[in-house]
Nanobody
Framework: QVQLVESGGALVQAGGSLRLSCAYS????????MGWFRQAPGKEREFVAG????????VYADSVKGRFTISKDNAKNTVYLQMNSLKPEDTAVYYC?????????????????WGQGTQVTVSS
């Protein structure tokens, strides 16, 4: 059984920063690809960033490239999403997800495990 628990969501002003954390428990953490997704009200869940099991490969959505950074600490079984230069359009519930496999993918249905989400609200 794999469990993912996100934390770090908050209300922040535009231009500010937040760091989200995702704590992993269950099967060996470093064999899973990890991803961050987000879902705004009335919109579909979308890919934000992904990281390989080794942490050496990362992928970002164009909308966050250069502003967000995904990283992982295998010793702490934790994935992070550092979000800088936040914009009101970044407002959403952010979800952490895990999948087995070799490639980072952006398709929601390809991920096997999901956290409960954490709310990020960016005010203008």
């Amino acid at each position: 059984q794999v469990q993912l628990v996100e934390s770090g969501g908050a209300l922040v002003q535009a231009g500010g920063s937040l760091r989200l954390s995702c704590a992993y428990s269950g099967r060996t953490f470093n064999t899973y690809l990890m991803g961050w997704f987000r879902q705004a009200p009335g919109k579909e869940r979308e890919f934000v960033a992904g990281i390989s099991w080794s942490g050496r490969s990362t992928v970002y959505a164009d909308s966050v490239k250069g502003r967000f950074t995904i990283s992982k600490d295998n010793a702490k079984n934790t994935v992070y999403l550092q979000m800088n230069s936040l914009k009101p359009e970044d407002t959403a519930v952010y979800y952490c997800a895990a999948r087995s496999g070799l490639a980072i993918v952006v398709v929601t249905s390809s991920y096997d495990y999901w956290g409960q989400g954490t709310q990020v609200t960016v005010s203008s």
